[in-house]
């Protein structure tokens, strides 16, 4: 996912930011959470579909309105963690494989 159009054209901002800004869950937050929780991989690979769509909606969001915010590295982050999970998934699976 490329994570860039959200800072483009946007001059740096010194608005200042409430308290409450730094605590707020957006929707692909929760899928993100059971991706990162989930042990079985046969529901594995669902659960990070679902975020990975949840976290693209966003992104786009952020794309289209650009503002002044963080949530573009935290996804940056989000979409590298799924990264290597998937990974991490399809090692074990070729593992599998040769030892079978």
């Not at 930011?17 to 059971?34: G, S, T």
Request: glycine share 0%; net charge negative.
């Amino acid at each position: 996912m490329n994570l860039e159009c959200a800072a483009q054209g946007t001059p740096a901002s010194t608005k200042e930011f409430e308290l409450e800004d730094y605590f707020v869950c957006q929707d692909w937050h929760r899928p993100y959470a059971a991706a990162l929780m989930e042990s079985d991989p046969v529901k594995l690979a669902a659960i990070i579909a679902e975020a990975e769509r949840d976290m693209a909606s966003r992104y786009l969001e952020l794309c289209l309105a650009p503002t002044p915010t963080s949530e573009v590295a935290d996804l940056q982050n989000a979409s590298y963690a799924l990264s290597q999970i998937k990974r991490a998934i399809e090692i074990a699976s070729t593992q599998q494989r040769y030892v079978a």
